[in-house]
Nanobody, 117 residues
Framework: QVQLVESGGGLVEPGGSLRLSCTAS????????MKWYRQAPGKEREFVAL????????KHSNSVKGRFTISRDNAKKMVFLQMNSLKPEDTAVYYC??????????WGQGTQVTVSS
């Protein structure tokens, strides 16, 4: 049974930091690209970042570049999103996904991140 379970969300003040984690099971984790997406209230889901199978290749959206960093630990079957200098517009439900470079085959249930003073 495939599972992706996100954790680490919460309420943080503007300028603060959070580290999201996603724990995978039920599939060959080290053969998949891992990605983070987010969906803010009333908006479509948007791509945030991806990391290749070996953890070397990464890509971040322009809106988070320089503030967020994606990484993975294949031994632990986990992917992370370090989020620094958070802004109110980063408020969203954050989802991790597994797939190829172009596809998203598996999804987690999401974790809420709220940036507010």
């Amino acid at each position: 049974q495939v599972q992706l379970v996100e954790s680490g969300g919460g309420l943080v003040e503007p300028g603060g930091s959070l580290r999201l984690s996603c724990t995978a099971s039920g599939f060959a984790f080290n053969q998949y690209f891992m990605k983070w997406y987010r969906q803010a209230p009333g908006k479509e889901r948007e791509f945030v970042a991806l990391v290749g199978e070996f953890g070397v290749a990464t890509k971040h959206s322009n809106s988070v570049k320089g503030r967020f960093t994606i990484s993975r630990d294949n031994a632990k079957k986990m992917v992370f999103l370090q989020m620094n200098s958070l802004k109110p517009e980063d408020t969203a439900v954050y989802y991790c996904a597994a797939g190829s470079f172009k596809t998203d085959d598996y999804w987690g249930q999401g974790t809420q991140v709220t940036v507010s003073s």
